[in-house]
């Protein structure tokens, strides 16, 4: 199987979609900001907390101190933390993590398991590829996820409805990649 990591471009694509979720998801019918108070009465996970670079560096097998937290980012329903790798074999290796809320929670009641059924259903179009990217089931922590190994992208929820993302932009292979994403996995709904 050949490895095709996900491009940077693709996982500022995913970051940059998030924040566009989160900016439509604060507008109300009449299309203005109006009172956000119900949305910032909601906890956000800071998505920091969840993972460090010495995980990052476990679970990709990668020596010490080979990983970075580059900036943690924030918006009204989501937050995200983009971990930069010092590898010399690929100058924009990295891993995202994003931990997600319902953007519209009066439109969608399962948010998280909605998407990640929608990812397994119709999948999503990667930047650069032909045709749609179905992703495939997989479980963490009894919950349900989707995957892409062509893309490098592990989507996940909890119990709570929070859905999570990591995206792989490295040199390993997809079978590394994917054995790494369900040990980070398991740490982040072992933090919850």
Do not use: H, W
Request: proline share 4%.
């Amino acid at each position: 199987m050949k490895n095709r990591p996900i491009s940077l471009i693709s996982l500022v694509s995913v970051f940059i979609f998030s924040l566009f979720f989160s900016l439509i998801s604060c507008k109300n019918k009449n299309g203005d900001s109006g009172d956000q108070s119900t949305i910032n009465e909601v906890y956000i996970p800071d998505a920091s907390t969840y993972l460090t670079g010495q995980d990052i560096e476990e679970a990709l097998n990668l020596g010490t101190n080979s990983v970075y937290e580059v900036r943690p980012s924030r918006s009204s329903t989501s937050s995200s933390v983009f971990y930069k790798i010092e590898d010399p074999e690929k100058s924009n290796a990295a891993v995202l993590f994003t931990v997600q809320i319902n953007p519209v929670p009066d439109e969608i009641t399962d948010f998280a398991a909605s998407y990640i059924n929608d990812m397994k259903t119709t999948g999503e179009v990667t930047l650069g590829q032909e045709g749609r990217d179905i992703y495939e089931a997989f479980e963490v922590g009894g919950q349900p996820g989707a995957y892409s190994k062509k893309a490098g992208m592990f989507y996940f929820k909890d119990i709570e409805g929070y859905l999570y993302m990591i995206a792989f932009n490295v040199t390993q292979s997809e079978e590394q990649q994917y054995d790494a994403a369900i040990q980070l996995a398991e740490k982040i709904l072992g933090s919850n």
